[in-house]
DNA sequence: ACGTCCCGCCAGGGG
DNA sequence: CCCCTGGCGGGACGT
């Protein structure tokens, strides 16, 4: 048996003859993509509008008629043409096209409102559906599996589904999200990729071990379903283990977008991963087939929905298929512990006990004693719709546009105060005014007498080498503040990928006088294309014509000034005065290297200890050790003022954070209560530090540095208590931990990352740890992992660091 | 020729 | 036993 042939031959000549008629010349052969022939687009609102208010009654309606909703369109598009004809062919053949998931996707949304009223629940019945659709129930089966994966919509029994909406998206996300790191894709991404890289199979035991580490570390979440408190599946039969699988594997699709950094997926990687989850077997052709096909199945849900997009990425190898995230942003875990989605195990595959409700509840709301009075539905719903107000209001479901744009503003944040530390104008009493406005007690006033400028080269460090060591740096005040030095040129061997920012005053050893217009230069490869709608794109623009470098320092430090004036009370933007030496040439020129800046945390700590609930992170932050790591060299105070490495410049970046905006972040005391989880909470500025850090080279493309508010930051931690698991690898054990700390004022939270050598050197020999850190191009076996901790608690990951660069590209369809 | 993915067989299982 | 579910993959369509 075959897929029945079409009559493509007859309706296709059909409508290439017709559509001349219509439409003089230009007019497609096909109705193909016209847009006002959508019935999502202009009409769905409307439609969207009335089957909100009464579905029944206009399901019926368009029953009688013998044109459906989407049939009506297809009329009017084709109305022209059947006149022509005569004969009344059935509709115009719905080419191949018009009978895709997508489509049928489309009008099965536009049923339903996004935000249904909550009062007013609607109601799926499957035969409906296909009867007005005009579909084999087959079909209907694909969309709704994957809405159920993302809680859109949840079985009540047979044939009868309820609608949610979009509601549940953000909380979905986010604990999607949250799972999708703990399982560490991002690594077992880096690793297919690395692999792949190196050119087939070798054949060695070597490749099966580190899939092994890497997927064998993933536990048991083979075939667990992401379920949210509420939104639990009824109908025990739908629990069962089986018949999942395409709701599973649409989150773990969702996961890896959620989790990577350029927020796009090959299908290729994730159809690898998903099956390499499973089970390790070697890639069977077959398998690999089948589940490409039905990621395109869920991928077609998933465009419909908005939240991906086709894109290509062109490698070497050539053009490979990918999407695109294009939903909305995965809020931090702001929210109350015990509401939070958890991943829940419901049923292990393998084992035969299915697994009861209870199991699934209990896994659901994991038990520490009391808390169980939460699970009563009632206080949920009652704290949950608090939550989805409060969402509303925030961001989230209708519009990225705040997260984009505080995402905007911290980036700018970012380059403004690296540039501005070297165009710096403000004066001491400036500083001193911020410093005393935004928390007097907790960071000790400047020094009454502002040290001039040294401009000698520091002894300590290695003058000679045309490499860059890392650098330490001891904050004037507290005397604890960290920086490292970058290597300069691996900036612009990264490939870098800009997720849809057009940033580029980012280092670039090479290019040098290169004064504006070099954004181009940086941004070759964009995702951004048609996204008017949204509103990031405003601030981008913006963003990319007032970044130049040989803006005004004036303009700079005012602006600083003035947003260090919006948010007095929430972040405190303290600069250092650096000389002016280094300045001027850093105007028209890209700073070659950079000092990343450590926030120590120089507060006494008494903001949040003063918080009863905190009171668990405190202690947390006693596992922090502030001892110099290996490599990096501390110097004191007195010779912060300049640091003037021979053909570099340095850019100190100093972010502060101000107790009281800790105590008065939810994110914050969220991570605490939440403190004895290994969980990461995600961070809407976790991108914004990765691309950050893909810019300046600290880390290839592609690797991603999970970002984690954090109540306390960890500027330096030796040793292993950071140091965990490892399956096996020696590697770790003796590599010393280095952590940053980013607080972004804007959204009010800071993230942690560490770097983790995973092969040190000489302890005492800076260029040895350099190399640990950074990408050398020849150095084999340095791979330093990359991890983050939320919490004190240890946490250190595998990832591999040493990826080899491609040329990524990503375009349109 | 290859990327996409429609179509529907058929097995599993609930009612 | 009927019918709902949904895994699965052949092979058609699109480019």
Same mark, same amino acid.
């Given at each position: 048996l075959k897929t029945p042939l079409k009559q493509a031959a007859t309706s296709q000549l059909v409508l290439t003859e017709r559509q001349p008629d219509c439409q003089?010349? &230009? &007019?497609?052969? *096909? $109705? *193909?993509?016209?847009? $006002?022939?959508? #019935?999502? &687009? #202009?009409t769905s609102n409307l439609k969207m509008l009335i089957s909100a208010a009464s579905p029944e009654i206009r399901s019926r309606e368009q029953r009688r008629q013998l044109s459906d909703s989407s049939s009506e369109v297809l009329q009017t598009k084709h109305c022209l043409q059947e006149h022509l004809l005569g004969d009344e062919y059935e509709k115009s053949q719905p080419s191949r096209k018009e009978k895709s998931l997508g489509l049928l996707c489309h009008k099965f949304l536009a049923r339903y409102p996004d935000y249904p009223s909550p009062s007013q629940k609607s109601y799926i019945c499957l035969d409906e559906v296909t009867e007005e659709l005009h579909v084999e129930r087959r079909r209907i089966y694909d969309i709704v599996n994957v809405l159920e994966s993302l809680h859109m919509v949840s079985r009540l029994a047979r044939n009868r589904y309820v609608w949610h909406g979009r509601h549940n998206l953000p909380q979905t996300l986010q604990a999607l999200k949250k799972v999708g790191e703990e399982n560490k894709y991002i690594q077992q991404i880096q690793m297919i990729k690395k692999r792949e890289y190196e050119h087939e199979f070798d054949a060695d035991g070597e490749r099966n071990e580190e899939v092994a580490s890497s997927f064998g570390s993933s536990e048991q979440s083979e075939m667990s379903f992401v379920e949210l408190p509420g939104v639990e599946f009824r109908a025990a039969s739908v629990n069962?283990? *089986?018949? *999942?699988s395409l709701r599973v594997m649409s989150q773990k699709f969702v996961m890896l977008f959620l989790v990577s950094t350029p927020q796009i997926v090959s299908l290729e990687v994730a159809a690898k991963i998903l099956i390499g989850e499973d089970q390790l077997e070697d890639l069977d052709k077959s398998k690999f087939k089948t589940k490409i096909r039905r990621l395109y199945d869920i991928a077609n849900v998933l465009s419909s929905l908005k939240l991906i997009k086709k894109v290509h990425v062109t490698e070497e190898r050539g053009r490979k298929p990918a999407f695109k995230w294009t939903g909305p942003e995965v809020l931090p875990n702001t929210q109350d512990t015990k509401l939070e989605a958890t991943s829940t195990t419901c049923s292990p595959p393998i084992s035969e006990s299915i697994p009861s409700k209870e199991q699934c509840s209990k896994a659901l709301f994991p038990s520490k004693g009391k808390q169980n009075f939460t699970r009563h539905s009632s206080l949920i719903k009652l704290v949950k719709s608090i939550e989805n107000d409060r969402r509303k209001i925030q961001s989230a479901p209708t519009s990225p546009v705040k997260i984009s744009a505080s995402m905007y503003l911290f980036l700018t944040f970012l380059l403004e105060t690296s540039f501005s530390l070297f165009l710096s104008q403000m004066t001491a009493e400036e500083m001193q005014m911020k410093c005393a406005l935004s928390s007097p007690e907790a960071v000790p006033k400047p020094e009454p007498s502002q040290q001039p400028a040294l401009s000698q080269p520091l002894g300590v460090c290695p003058a000679s080498h045309s490499s860059v060591s890392p650098v330490i740096l001891p904050h004037p005040q507290s005397g604890v503040s960290y920086a490292i030095y970058l290597h300069p040129s691996q900036a612009h061997t990264v490939t870098t990928y800009s997720p849809g920012f057009m940033l580029q005053p980012l280092p670039c050893a090479n290019v040098t006088g290169i004064k504006s217009n070099n954004s181009k230069v940086f941004n070759k490869i964009t995702t951004e294309e048609g996204d008017t709608q949204r509103g990031p794109d405003e601030p981008t623009k913006s963003l990319a014509a007032e970044e130049r470098p040989e803006m005004k320092s004036e303009t700079s430090s005012q602006r600083c000034l003035k947003r260090s004036q919006v948010l007095p009370e929430n972040n405190l933007i303290k600069r250092r005065k650096s000389d002016e030496e280094s300045l001027d040439t850093s105007l028209t020129f890209?700073? /070659?290297?950079?000092?990343?800046?450590?926030?120590?945390? &120089?507060?006494?700590n008494k903001a949040e200890c003063s918080n009863k609930e905190k009171a668990g992170v405190c202690s947390l932050q006693h596992t922090a050790y502030s001892s110099p790591i290996t490599g990096v060299i501390p110097m004191p105070a007195s010779e912060l003022k300049t640091v003037n490495i021979p053909a570099f410049h340095i850019t100190p970046l100093n972010i502060m954070l101000s107790p009281n905006s800790i105590a008065a972040a939810p994110v914050l005391s969220n991570s605490c209560l939440s403190s004895s989880s290994t969980s990461s909470a995600p961070n809407p500025s976790s991108s914004a530090l990765n691309f950050m850090l893909q810019h300046i080279g600290l880390i290839p493309a592609g690797v991603q540095v999970p970002a984690n508010p954090v109540l306390q930051h960890v500027p330096v931690s030796s040793q292993s208590?950071?140091?965990?698991?490892?399956?096996? /690898?020696?590697?770790?054990?003796e590599g010393k931990v280095i952590e940053f700390t980013f607080y972004s004022p804007i959204n009010e939270s800071n993230f942690v990352f560490s770097l983790q050598p995973s092969a040190p050197k000489e302890p005492q020999e800076p260029q040895a740890v350099t190399e640990n850190f950074f990408r050398t191009p020849g150095g084999p076996n340095t791979e330093p992992s990359l991890s983050a901790n939320s919490d004190g608690t240890q946490r250190t990951s595998q990832g591999t660091l040493h990826i080899p660069q491609r040329k990524l590209e990503v375009s349109e369809d």
């Open positions: 003089p010349l &230009t &007019t497609p052969p *096909k $109705p *193909k993509e016209t847009p $006002p022939a959508d #019935p999502w &687009t #202009p069962g283990r *089986k018949y *999942k890209f700073p /070659s290297g950079y000092l990343i800046p450590l926030t120590h945390c &120089t507060h006494g208590e950071n140091v965990s698991h490892s399956s096996g /690898s020696t590697n770790v054990q």
